[in-house]
């Protein structure tokens, strides 16, 4: 089945240096997947960050930016200068390109940003 | 303004009770979905479902069954809740091209 791989379970920045969270996924149809990064503020609910359904295409949103690198599998989450209110799970996400819509998720990664 | 509603927010059972999770979106999504989120892991799919009347197991669907009565509507029950469910449930909306808006999350304490 479909897979998806986030290596680092936290990570700690301060602020305003830079960040990058590591996804690789693993699909199983012949398509290429739909690739997502939603975000879990403290207290809140799951929130889409940012979606890429072409390979090959930068997403961007809230100053975070990541690229659907099709040779890689890979869709790393960067950002130049993070900041404390950028604290949060963040998880990495795909669906195959079929009717369901059905995400497979990594296991999250807890972003903490010192002051 | 899109919005997928959960209820309860938190609820504590007992073991071998039932358990009904609600869920109502107002988005007039046609699919609709229930995850379950361990500490540590990532969201994981119980059921989900095409419209009103319909429901297909997930990845994880033992112990619990769905129900899908209107296209707003989708709800999660366990009916002999056990320790293991103790979890946080998100419902979720979505349709072909979108991606899913989800729920604030319900958090459920078997005991």
């Known amino acids: ?115 | 303004e899109a919005a997928v509603t959960q209820s309860p927010r938190n609820k504590v059972a007992v073991t071998g009770g039932k358990v009904t999770l609600s869920c109502n979106q107002t988005n007039n999504h046609n699919n609709m979905y229930w995850y379950r989120q361990d500490t540590g892991h990532g969201l994981r799919l119980i059921h989900y479902s095409y419209g009103a009347g319909s429901t297909e197991k997930g990845d994880i669907p033992d112990g619990y069954k769905a129900s899908r009565p209107s296209q707003e509507n989708f709800s999660l029950i366990l009916e002999l809740a056990t320790p293991s469910q103790t979890s946080v449930y998100f419902c979720a909306s979505g349709d072909v091209g979108q991606a899913p808006l989800f729920g604030e999350g319900t958090r459920l304490s078997v005991l």
Do not use: M
Request: with cysteine; glycine share 10%.
């Open chain 1, 1 to 115: 089945g479909d897979s998806v791989t986030q290596t680092e379970g936290q990570v700690t920045v301060s602020e305003s240096k830079s960040l990058i969270i590591n996804c690789t996924y693993s699909a199983t149809s012949i398509g290429y997947p739909n690739l997502f990064w939603y975000v879990r503020y403290p207290g809140e609910g799951l929130q889409l960050l940012l979606k890429v359904i072409t390979a090959g295409q930068k997403g961007s949103s809230r100053g975070f930016e990541a690229t659907y690198n099709k040779e890689a599998t890979s869709f790393h989450l960067q950002k130049a200068s993070v900041q404390e209110s950028d604290s949060a799970v963040y998880y990495c996400a795909l669906s195959e390109n079929t009717n369901t819509g059905k995400l497979t998720f990594g296991d999250g990664t807890v972003l903490t940003v010192k002051p």
